[in-house]
């Protein structure tokens, strides 16, 4: 079909016009941008306008329909009147009089949403009609069709026509010597001749003339015999290449698509621009924020460390603790204090756990509350540096927003306070070591009772056989003795297991309550952290989600650049 070349071209830059004009709505530019692309694409669908002129019988409608493959204008139904016909493309067949000299005709034919067809009055029925068509159409017109027919080529209407064409507008003039099958070849060439001069003479020079036959071109493209044959005879194939390449050069095919696609490489190239800086804006905000995290990190680590630190303090308390209870023990576990375990628990056993509690508090809750005092104080330090730091990094984006209120660090202090109160109660409250002492007291007043039982009868005995016989009180005296050294030593040992039960129970107490403490500490730092790191979520939000936006963007960016080079390239080297 005529114009394959240029409209393929033409669908690709529309293609590629659409792209640019939805990836401009993308990033939002211009109102002004936008109705500039809407513009360009609807000029560019705008269809080739062809004007068709001869004298009535010259051949014009078989002409068209032959050029088209398609009978949409009817030979020889319409009245020869003055009348001029538009052909356009509608979904429905309708007729529609513009004015008294002009009737638009919509039909649903496909190539009627590329081509425009003017077929005009025959010229030897038209006068007034000449200011019409040269004003109106041939100058808009990307190719006009002087027909003239083999069978009377000498009528001087047509020449009467082009009379009132400007000079200028003749580069798209083509003269068709139409129905040339009806003579021979030697008379055909003899009224080329006669056209060629003529024009020549008229014009200042002649036009591409073909000489062809419309009717067998239409034949060979709708019927399905001798297609070949009956092409060749029409010499249709010289005048559609002719045709073709005046399309390609005219100011309507592909200089106008050139012209587009540099003008959409202008408009590109500042929508791309705009895309790759708002893509380095992301890429410094976020190298910013890994600056700001790593920061955030390095103090975090710090804080930690100085847990550590807390953390020998309070085990040094304990220790201290420890010792103290160790003396008080040591004093309730004297040689005759542990014989007194055999009549039954001393006072001393009662308030001796309240006493240890009572002092581990003492010792404990200061260095508590002096650790977490401290880490108060140096994590407020943090937060000016950190705001400084947003400031100075994103000081006047009105992108992104940060909150200023400051964490509150007394609340953390004192959920941590409180939580770890609640570990020392449970840590120090705990039995486990009274229940263990209490065991061993008993156990050691178990023990106590079989010596003190036995030197105690051995002493009575002694006593009453003194009385009676010095042998049998010698016996029964160095049997009290034995008895009473036994129980020497039994309480002894007895006072080294206590001691040594609640040197074990103290040192795991303290690892308990240090590793809980140590716990607790950690997962408050931890919490902080998180809500200081919460401070950064929205800029976090915002670069992913235009991330999400832009590298798309980007992407269709690189490959519209692609297409209009290549576009631009081919139809450079066409032309």
């Known amino acids: 079909m005529i114009a394959d070349l240029y409209l ?48 009535v019988k010259a051949g014009k409608s078989t002409l068209l329909n032959a050029l088209f493959g398609q009978e949409f204008c009817k030979v020889d139904v319409l009245p020869a009147t003055d009348r001029i016909y538009i052909f356009k493309y509608g979904a429905r067949e309708q007729t529609v009089d513009v004015s008294s000299q002009i009737t638009e005709r919509y039909q649903s034919i496909k190539f009627l949403q590329d081509f425009n067809i003017v077929d005009t009055p025959g010229t030897n029925t038209m006068v007034v009609e000449h200011q019409t068509i040269t004003e109106n159409f041939i100058p808009r017109a990307d190719l006009v069709l002087f027909v003239f027919s083999v069978v009377n080529p000498w009528g001087g209407s047509a020449w009467d ?72 005879e029409s010499n249709f194939s010289a005048f559609e290449q002719h045709i073709s390449q005046m399309v390609d050069k005219s100011g309507h095919g592909l200089p106008k698509l050139i012209s587009v696609c540099q003008t959409a490489s202008v408009i590109l190239s500042d929508s791309a621009r705009r895309v790759r800086n708002i893509l380095d804006t992301i890429l410094r905000d976020e190298e910013q924020l890994r600056r700001l995290e790593m920061i955030i990190a390095e103090r975090k680590e710090q804080t930690l460390r100085q847990v550590d630190g807390f953390l020998r303090g309070i085990e040094q308390a304990c220790r201290r603790c420890e010792d103290e209870g160790k003396e008080l023990l040591e004093r309730n576990l004297s040689f005759w204090r542990t014989w007194r375990l055999v009549f039954g628990k001393a006072e001393w056993q009662e308030k001796f756990q ?75 409250a705990g039995r486990d070591m009274e229940a263990q002492l209490e065991r061993m007291f008993r156990e050691t007043t178990t023990w106590l009772r079989l010596p003190a039982g036995v030197a105690a009868a051995g002493g009575i005995a002694a006593i009453i056989a003194a009385l009676s016989s010095a042998a049998v009180a010698d016996v029964t005296g160095i049997v009290a003795a034995s008895a009473a050294v036994i129980g020497s030593l039994v309480a002894f040992g007895r006072r080294r297991k206590i001691l040594s039960e609640y040197h074990r129970q103290m040192g795991a107490k303290r690892e308990e309550l240090v590793a809980a403490i140590d716990q607790q500490l950690r997962h408050g730092i931890a919490l902080f ?22 590298d798309p963007l980007l992407d269709r960016v690189r490959e519209l650049e692609k297409t209009l080079a290549q576009l631009a390239a081919e139809m450079t080297r066409t032309r």
């Open 161 to 232: 026509l082009l009379r009132f064409v400007n000079k200028r507008w003749l580069k798209n003039i083509v003269f068709v010597l139409q129905q040339a099958d009806l003579r021979e070849e030697s008379e055909v060439e003899v009224i080329i001749q006669h056209l060629r001069e003529t024009a020549t003479q008229k014009l200042g020079f002649a036009p591409p003339i073909f000489a062809v036959s419309a009717r067998k071109a239409f034949l060979a493209r709708t019927s399905g015999a001798d297609k070949e044959r009956l092409w060749q």
């Open 8 to 55: 393929q071209f033409r669908n690709r830059t529309e293609s590629a016009i659409g792209a640019l004009l939805k990836l401009a709505a993308d990033i939002q530019r211009e109102p002004e941008m936008l109705d500039t692309l809407q513009n360009m694409l609807k000029d560019i669908r705008e269809p080739l306008l062809f004007v068709v002129v001869g004298e």
């Open 354 to 428: 309240t006493d240890l509690e009572q002092k581990m508090r003492e010792l404990i809750q200061p260095q508590v509350e002096n650790a977490l005092q401290l880490l108060e104080t140096d994590l407020r330090s943090l937060w000016p540096q950190l705001l400084d730091t947003i400031e100075s990094q994103f000081k006047g984006d009105s992108r992104l927003t940060f909150g200023q209120t400051i964490p509150d660090f007394a609340r953390h202090r004192r959920e941590l306070l409180q939580g770890i109160e609640l570990t020392l109660v449970e840590r120090i």
């Open 529 to 550: 952290y998180t809500e200081i790191g919460s401070v950064f979520q929205p800029l976090r939000a915002f670069c992913a989600a235009e991330r999400r936006r832009y």
